[in-house]
Structure formats: C-alpha cells, structure tokens
C-alpha cells in the first residue's frame, strides 16, 4: 500500500507536467530524486546483508527531504529495509509530509506571481 502513495504521486506529477499544469522539470526532479533515493536504499540493504558499511540515516532521510521520498518509500516496500524501525519511519514520514508541503507552497506561490 504505501508504494502505492509513492507511485500515485509520481504519475499525479507526471501527469501534472505532461499537461503544463507543473513544469516537467518539477517531475523530471522528482523522478531523478526517487531513482537516487531508491538506489540508495537498494545499496544500503545491500551492505546490511554482507555487514560491510552501510548508508547513514540521515543520509537516507536527506535524500527523502530533497524529493526522492517516493522512490524510498517503494524501494522499503520492494527490500522490505528500514519497514519495521519505527523512529526510521516516524521520521521518513516527517520529511515527506515536509517535502510535500514545500512543493505545494513552491506551487501555490509561482501560481499567484
């Protein structure tokens, strides 16, 4: 279900660009961020396996702040990594509500200027 948000958004977004109602390079980031994202987790699920080093939190959460939070969020879903640390989710959640909101302000102001 939540790689089911993640997936929603992306086309709503695509969608939204391929109509001129965002600029495509608003989804073209997004896409960029999420696949960024997405490989990340995929590595860092990676090392966790082979116990080599892993990727910081933080470094995964940046990643989910900056845009790639849908690419995250599926990639969770598809490793099944970081799904059961609640305070990782807590916080994953945070900086996507937080992203979303920038993006509906961002939006919100370039519409009234």
Request: aromatic share 14%.
């Given at each position: 279900m939540p790689s089911l948000i993640a997936v929603l958004f992306l086309t709503a977004l695509l969608a939204a660009g391929l109509t001129g109602t965002v600029s495509l390079a608003v989804a073209a980031f997004y896409g960029a961020a999420s696949a960024a994202a997405f490989i990340a987790y995929g590595l860092d699920k990676s090392a966790a396996r082979r116990r080599l080093r892993r990727t910081p939190e933080r470094t995964l959460h940046a990643l989910g702040l900056a845009g790639g939070w849908p690419g995250a969020l599926i990639a969770q879903a598809l490793f099944r990594h970081?799904?059961?640390?609640?305070?990782?989710?807590?916080?994953?959640?945070?900086?996507?509500?937080?992203?979303?909101?920038?993006?509906t302000a961002i939006l919100a102001y370039v519409r009234t200027n």
């Open positions: 970081k799904t059961s640390k609640q305070r990782f989710q807590v916080t994953f959640w945070a900086t996507a509500i937080i992203n979303c909101a920038a993006l």
